[in-house]
């Protein structure tokens, strides 16, 4: 089954409406609860009258920040640690009185229906103490008065740094020494479905049913939340509308929790609109880089050194992570003797940065991979010749994380594939001295990225299987299956193992905290390497005890055993079904013994995948447009278990990849950071109209460490794409733009100030 494009296991249901997501399993008696938001960006609330919202005909209950427990609680989807120093940041309140941001959570109401919950909302009445608003990242790292959170009185929730060789001697031997800034916007996931959830009580238990990525998270996080033992909450996760990383948070659970208590247990959904995902829920990070490079004559890196500063929003959430992971891909994948890199993460007045597909990386990559373009023009030599010269080949190891290491490295075939592509020697040299309003340019950007967390973090998964009655093999896991088609590997995987067919493979795609293995979850491109190790471990053990009990079922002399599609065959003279075993084991007066495995491993070991993204673009520069002609992402991503789907995950990264770097941007307003664009209107995704043909291509290098020499794929495909884009325009037109996206606006002004308009 490995290596296969079989059908996704979902597909059917998914594809006629009969897959059940969180709102379709709601019950048809659901209150109704709604969130009433800040309406300034930075302040206290003074007085917060509730009494014309809880005399409406219709309010069950009206709840604020003065009612919720009194401590705090951190939110992210990383693994808890039982060290208090590795521990995420705990500064969030179910419900708060300080306002750090426009539209911060101040009172929630439950209602009878929408209507009427909305009708409160406006009834509510609030009197706010105004502070000034900081929405960037440099400013508020001066700190202000007061402090967004008491305990950084700078307003830095964290700072990194690390230094390999000596970078300032390393520029003083440089012939040429360049220095750029570069900065990425906020941006928004733009799931289809809604961070949504219901909650109620049973036998004085809470069960949260939710749209999440981190199902066994959530049930800690809520437990934290309201302060009472973890083992009272039960969380369960369907079907799941797309998540990218907005999921891997817990969001308003806690608060729908704490609102089912209130109402002694009556369930209550809690479904966010549009335009509070975007600005309620998570973003990606805007990140400004300042970055510095010295290279010799030939063109060999001597130096390089980077100044991050991540605007973190006003919660901790992901927090420093996010810029650490930077940080580490920049010491990854070039070679260089002397590197420094320094990161700050800040508080400021602006939705909540969190967890966004790539993880950091898209920033960074964009950032340095401009930087990288930027130095080969400024010294006269091929981008693609430049990067060539400073790759490292093959094996490679992280020099402060050892256990982060490319233990293979294909980025040197990607780069062959995606130029072969896009003719890239001929169109260099074709498009090289134009004039014109309507130019051309081809351009490039590669990248590397971790497959999981470990040894940042802890990496465990679990994974059950059973043998039926009918000699099927069950599978129930704590992975989650977000849309990326993680189920469907997972069954191949099984069934690659159990010598079965797919067909006799079923899983189960809800996960429910009270009976699936433990899995922190649905990130960091993990599943495939991390819980795909489980699965194959699992499906070993489950193979043993088959044929062990095969063997008491054949006659004395036949000890060597195989399964083969539904049949267990002992040489070429004896054989048994499947089926038939399966129904002894459940039934035997004798030898009655239900065929289980279940398997809880902690998985040490990491490894790197690489690619690259090859862009043809023509730009109209009076009119500041970009059209795609052609585009291909080349991945090294290991063994491909379902190229179809890889292909599918590919295709998905890149059109997130191309939004990124033409069109999506969370505007705010600077004065009082009331975002300006939070709706699908407004804010620019690429639509059908907008997108190319995309190519996907891979380079298939077995890796030793993954379950079946697989590595990441989840994310990378999204994060060369926006600067290979950019470095097509600086190819077409000779203009470098250091902050995506690449907007009509940016690029006339672009355009007028190297005298092109």
Not at 170 to 198: A, F, W
Not at 421 to 449: C, H, P
Not at 528 to 533: D, I, K, L, S
Request: charged content about 25%; overall charge negative.
């Amino acid at each position: 089954m490995i290596g296969k494009s079989v059908p996704r296991v979902d597909a059917y249901d998914k594809v006629t409406g009969r897959a059940k997501f969180t709102d379709d399993m709601a019950p048809h008696n659901c209150l109704v609860a709604k969130v009433y938001h800040a309406r300034i960006g930075n302040g206290v609330v003074k007085s917060i009258d509730t009494s014309k919202a809880e005399a409406l005909d219709g309010v069950v209950k009206v709840v604020t920040f003065k009612d919720v427990p009194n401590h705090c609680y951190p939110t992210p989807g990383h693994p808890w640690s039982v060290e208090p120093a590795h521990q995420d940041i705990a500064d969030r309140n179910i419900l708060t009185g300080r306002v750090r941001y426009y539209g911060d959570d101040i009172a929630a109401v439950v209602a009878e229906d929408e209507v009427t919950a909305q009708r409160a909302l406006r009834l509510i009445e609030v009197e706010y103490e105004e502070y000034p608003v900081v929405t960037d990242p440099r400013k508020s790292m001066w700190g202000s008065k007061p402090p967004i959170h008491l305990d950084k009185k700078d307003n830095v929730l964290a700072r990194t740094n690390y230094f390999i060789g000596n970078v300032e001697e390393g520029l003083k031997q440089s012939d040429t020494v360049i220095k750029r800034t570069y900065k990425t916007p906020i941006v928004q996931h733009c799931h289809i479905e809604n961070p949504i959830s219901y909650a109620y009580m049973e036998n004085g238990r809470i069960i949260v049913v939710s749209s999440t990525q981190i199902p066994h998270i959530m049930r800690r996080v809520i437990g934290q939340a309201l302060g009472i033992p973890w083992s009272k909450i039960r969380v369960i996760k369907p079907y799941i509308g797309g998540g990218f990383g907005n999921k891997q948070d817990v969001l308003y659970e806690p608060l729908n929790a704490f609102l089912t208590m209130q109402v002694g247990g009556r369930p209550v959904k809690l479904d966010v609109s549009r335009e509070e995902t975007f600005c309620n829920t998570r973003t990606r990070h805007s990140i400004e880089y300042e970055l510095t490079a010295g290279v010799d004559k030939e063109g060999h890196l001597l130096a390089k050194d980077m100044l991050e500063i991540s605007n973190q929003g006003a919660y901790a959430s992901h927090g420093h992570a996010i810029a650490a992971n930077g940080l580490t891909s920049f010491r990854l994948q070039y070679a260089c003797p002397n590197i420094k890199g320094e990161a700050y993460t800040v508080y400021t007045n602006t939705p909540v940065g969190g967890a966004m597909r790539g993880y950091g990386i898209p920033q960074v990559c964009f950032a340095g991979e401009c930087f990288m373009d930027d130095i080969a023009k400024e010294i006269g030599m091929d981008p693609l010749e430049f990067r060539k010269r400073n790759l490292i080949q093959g094996y490679y190891e992280d020099a402060y994380l050892k256990p982060i290491a490319a233990h293979t490295n294909g980025i040197f075939a990607c780069l062959d594939k995606g130029a072969e592509y896009i003719q890239w020697d001929k169109k260099r040299k074709e498009y090289s001295n134009q004039t014109g309003n309507i130019r051309r340019g081809v351009g490039m950007a590669l990248f590397s990225y971790k497959t999981g967390v470990w040894p940042i973090s802890l990496e465990i998964a679990g994974a059950r299987m059973v043998l039926n009655q009918d000699g099927s093999v069950g599978i129930m896991l704590g992975a989650t299956e977000i849309g990326q088609g993680a189920d469907t590997v997972f069954c191949q995987m099984a069934a690659e193992v159990l010598n079965m067919d797919m067909e006799d493979i079923h899983i189960q795609s809800v996960q429910d905290t009270d009976v699936t293995p433990f899995d922190t979850g649905a990130y960091a491109s993990r599943q495939t390497f991390v819980t795909g190790t489980v699965v194959k471990e699992c499906a070993e053990q489950l193979k043993k005890k088959i044929l062990d009990y095969a063997k008491e079922l054949m006659p004395e002399e036949t000890r060597e055993l195989s399964l083969d599609h539904g049949w267990i065959f002992a040489g070429e003279d004896h054989a048994i079904s499947l089926e038939r075993l399966a129904m002894e084991s459940y039934y035997s007066l004798s030898n009655s013994s239900v065929l289980t495995a279940e398997v809880s491993s902690q998985v040490k070991k990491n490894t790197i995948s690489t690619g690259c993204c090859f862009a043809e673009v023509e730009v109209d520069i009076k009119l500041g447009k970009i059209k795609i002609l052609n585009i291909i992402n080349v991945h090294d991503s290991g063994k491909l278990i379902n190229p179809k789907l890889a292909e599918m995950q590919v295709h998905g990264g890149m059109s997130m990849g191309m939004g990124y770097g033409l069109s999506e941007q969370l505007l705010l307003d600077e004065k009082t950071g009331r975002p300006l664009n939070a709706n699908l209107l407004d804010y620019k995704l690429m639509t059908i109209m907008d997108t190319p043909e995309i190519k996907a291509d891979f380079v298939e290098l077995e890796d030793p460490e993954g379950p079946f020499g697989n590595k990441a794929l989840g994310e990378p495909p999204a994060i060369p794409v926006a600067p290979a884009i950019r470095n097509a325009v600086l190819h077409a037109t000779g203009v470098a733009f250091n902050e995506n996206p690449l907007t009509p606006q940016k690029l006339i002004d672009g355009f007028m100030k190297a005298g092109l308009i």
